[in-house]
């Protein structure tokens, strides 16, 4: 070496050694007081002995040692961590083979705040399961836990704030078996619980989240959630039908929850909600109710919810609704985005989103609409996004409006709309469509021309309703009747149609196909009485009458 290069050699050699001594003050590999047990590996505070296909710990453990994990083992037991157990914070034991836990295994660790023993071969957590630990987390996920003994939690009741259950064998919870007053976040999803009772989380004053889903629950009982009253997030995706009494979402359901701020109950078997379905719940931020059955929504049933800013009911059965009521979302006014997809609605109307002022994001998409009435999206000042796709427009003279509004609006990257009819449009974007061609010739969806009319009824006599609508297209029509908006499966229906002739543009005849149907109500009684609503549908949308009274009195 020459002298030249001996200085640039010094100053590579003191490079080298600051970076090593630097990387000896981050990770804590000094020689003499952080020695890593081989084949372990070691970061900081933490010793990682995971996937060494070992039964037992090093045999010594280090003092240092405040986070240990273990996992992918083949322990059969939580091990014997000798005299520096108590330094110990953070326990990973996941993917072993551990079939029980002891208050004799777990006394020495006095210091521990997370134990994680999820993916292992437990199937009951028994009274004596656990000591007196300040642990916060304790997760026991992906075992085979069927039975929580009484009180098995109890030695953890005044520091728990985190319990995970998830895709365990857990069929019942015993009521009042969670007595963790600090618990903040619960979770069983992906267990086979099918019933609530009452009183089942009494005790849980902190929690603020509890999940639930896909066990299976068909019922929630008066009372399922008395007690928690700071919970702020209920995620339930199972086969609900019953909340309290009966096939639906009842009034005072929530009375107990009443500062939630999101609630999920997405992927259920719901099929109504009721008048104040959601009383007390003022603080709601989100509301899930996709991918369920729900095709009834009474009047009034978000009444209560003055904080909601997020509605997601799609894939339901909600067509009537959007279709036929009177502001169905108008309790709604801070609403922001709203999800209607997939629920087979056919027509928009000028009061189908009267009173969301507020909102911002519609998504209508994968409905097939064939028609959209002028302003029906005018009050909504806010909008900044509608998702719109449909290649069933009836693309008539009262359409027109809608590909001007679309483009002035500048949503037009989100809607994908086309024609059905008439037959020289049929396949073509909205937006190609010249204006003098949206034309009123001929009108195939069914069009109202006799209204049942209002009645009164001797207790005992017999009514009859008629309804009558007309369409020019030889669409196959339907017939429903409703009583207070719900079909009346099993009434007495006749209908009939006969066709007549019709002056159309230029002269020429148009023919025209008259539909009624009668409604007969035999021998009525108090409970008869109600407003009575036709409903006549074809391919191209449905037409729903005036509402007729019917008042039933005594001789």
Known sequence: MTASMQPLSSVRYAVVFLLF????????????????????????????????????????????????KLNNN???????????????????????????????????????????????????????????????????????????ETNCFVNLSSTLQVLRLNRNRLSTLPVKIFQLPNLQHLELNRNRVRRVEGLTFHGLHALRSLKMQRNGISRLMDGAFWGLSNMEVLLTTNNLTEVSKGLALTAYAWEFCQKLSELDLSSNHLARLEESSFVGLSLLDELHIGNNRVSFIADGAFRGLSHLQMLDLQNNEISWTIEDMNGPFSALDKLRKLFLQGNQIRSVTKKSFSGLDTLEHLDLSNNAIMSVQGNAFIQMKKLEELHLNTTSLLCDCQLKWLPLWVAEQAFLPCVNASCAHPQMLKGKSVFTVSQEDFVCDDFPKP????????????????????????????????FAWKKDNEVLNDAEIHNQAHVRAQGGAQGS????????????????AFTSEGKYQCVISNHFGSSYSTKAKLIVNSK
Do not use: H
């Not at 933490?46 to 280090?62: A, Q």
């Open 447 to 478: 069009q109202i021309t006799v209204q049942p009319e209002t009645q009164s009824a001797i207790k005992g006599t017999n009514v009859t309703f008629v309804c009558s609508a007309a369409s020019s297209s030889d669409s196959p029509m339907t």
């Open 509 to 524: 005849e148009t023919e025209v196909t008259e539909y009624t149907t009668t409604l007969r109500l035999r021998s009525v």
């Open 21 to 68: 001594f630097r990387i000896e003050l981050i990770f804590g590999y000094d020689e003499n007081t952080r020695t890593c047990p081989s084949p372990c590996t070691c970061f900081g505070d933490l010793l990682d002995c995971s996937r060494l296909k070992r039964r037992g710990i090093p045999e010594s453990l280090p003092e240092w040692t405040v986070q240990l």
């Open 74 to 148: 083949e322990l059969e037991a939580v091990p014997d961590f000798g005299p520096y157990a108590a330094t110990i914070t953070t326990l990973i034991l996941t993917n072993n083979r551990i079939a029980k836990i002891s208050l004799e295994q777990l006394r020495p660790l006095q210091g521990l705040d997370t134990l994680d023993l999820s993916n292992n071969n437990l199937v009951d957590i028994k009274a004596d399961s656990f000591p007196a630990l300040p642990l916060k987390n304790l997760i026991m996920n992906n075992n085979r836990i069927s039975t929580l």
